[in-house]
């Protein structure tokens, strides 16, 4: 209804943030362009915080869609699991399913596939969002 009131070409408000939508104000490309580096020079851990409404992850979606072929982003949301239920969710995201319960041996097929991406010049990026 409001699409054709206000005559947008796309519905705003769908469940998925678009970073089509994105209104880039300066501090929000200078933590972008922050996070895009921190990335590509292979630090190992960030993290963003906010207030709830603030667009955390709006932002991680503008992340994502910005970021070149070799890195695989995996986007875990709400990741309120074991350790060892989540590897097996990033080992499933990596087309590596494992039927191996122990955490131990679940981590040496992470480690494996994380192996075999440097082998590739690739990085992993693991996105826990809340």
């Given at each position: 209804?409001?699409?054709?009131?206000?005559?947008f070409?796309?519905?705003?408000?769908?469940?998925?943030?678009?970073?089509?939508?994105?209104?880039?104000?300066?501090?929000?490309?200078?933590?972008?362009?922050?996070?895009?580096?921190?990335?590509?020079?292979?630090h190992?851990?960030?993290?963003?915080?906010?207030?709830?409404?603030?667009?955390k992850?709006f932002?991680?979606?503008?992340?994502?869609?910005?970021?070149?072929?070799?890195?695989?982003?995996?986007?875990?949301?709400?990741?309120?699991?074991?350790?060892?239920d989540?590897?097996?969710?990033?080992l499933l995201?990596?087309?590596?399913?494992?039927?191996?319960?122990?955490?131990?041996?679940?981590?040496?097929?992470?480690?494996?596939?994380?192996?075999?991406?440097?082998?590739?010049?690739?990085t992993?990026?693991?996105?826990?969002?809340?």
């Amino acid at each position: 209804m409001y699409t054709d009131f206000y005559q947008f070409s796309e519905k705003p408000f769908e469940d998925n943030p678009d970073p089509i939508f994105l209104y880039s104000t300066a501090s929000y490309q200078e933590i972008l362009v922050s996070i895009l580096r921190w990335i590509k020079e292979d630090h190992a851990f960030a993290v963003i915080t906010g207030e709830p409404g603030v667009g955390k992850t709006f932002f991680i979606h503008t992340l994502v869609s910005r970021l070149d072929e070799k890195i695989a982003p995996i986007f875990v949301p709400n990741p309120i699991i074991t350790f060892r239920d989540l590897l097996r969710q990033i080992l499933l995201v990596l087309k590596q399913p494992s039927r191996e319960e122990m955490e131990t041996a679940l981590f040496d097929r992470f480690t494996g596939v994380l192996d075999q991406m440097m082998a590739q010049d690739k990085t992993l990026l693991i996105i826990l969002d809340e």
